[in-house]
């Protein structure tokens, strides 16, 4: 039977796993959260993003996490007059959530499409929105390590950047359960659905110290990824099958639709 393994945090694929439930009912869904989010607690980083705000002139949230672990920071509401940046869909709805949105008199910059969210997509709309950013106090709200890309094409243009860490990412223990839903599928009948490069490298890691049974997902199991970074980062640790589309459920719809029907 076929099966699709979601790897998104816990909590991150619920939406995903309805739209998958009533568009496929017979595809099995395989939780497997390769990354666990804890957000970032300390009174000391709480008082410090409260400081910086009032001097910030664009504040950046890398990401959904971002967005709602930086809120559990703040325990305040976001103020009006800080404009916000953010790469795509996801960290938009997580900001719909808090009631930040555009028609609620927040500016927010953000790609409108699918196809550029990403920090590339991102820096293209911030420089149609401003000629230089020379001199501004840029704060990225993020989780530990991920990418500097965007930082420093600010960097590049004389403004000042400021970094808060509002969680961290926590690989899956080799000795979880959560494995087990491998062990009992056919890697030729799944899919995988992979996010995020460091996703990608625990779970080729995992399978590589696994080779009794696990090598054959390196093989023969389809890794769907949702950007050609971490489509790039798959075929360099060794993955065989590897697709690529736009970012959010919607792009991932119809990539696992025409690998569903390929099955049938």
Known sequence: MPNIVLTRPLGQSLRLGEL??????????????LLAIVPNENPADAKRLKDLLPSTDLAVFVSP??????????????PKNIPIAVVGGGSLEALSNHGITAQHGFTIYAPSNPSEWDSEGLWKIL????????GKNILFLKGIGGRAWLGEQFLLQGAEIH????????PLADDS????????????DSICLLTS??????FAQFLKE?????MSWLNEAMMLCTHERIA????????????????GDDSLLVKIEQWHTNKN
């Open 65 to 78: 996490n971002a967005v709602e672990c930086s809120m559990r920071l703040l325990q305040a509401e976001w």
């Open 197 to 202: 490069s460091e996703a990608a490298r625990h």
């Open 210 to 214: 696994n080779p009794s049974w696990a």
């Open 163 to 170: 970094s808060i860490s509002t969680y961290k990412r926590v």
């Open 232 to 247: 790039q980062a798959c075929a360099e640790l060794g993955f065989e099958n590897i697709d690529c589309c736009a970012p």
């Open 127 to 134: 420089n149609q929105s401003q000629s230089s950013w020379s």
């Open 177 to 188: 359960p959560a494995w087990l839903g491998l062990k009992k599928s056919i890697p030729s």
């Open 20 to 33: 998958l439930h009533r568009k496929f009912p017979t595809l099995e869904q395989i939780q497997l959260p």
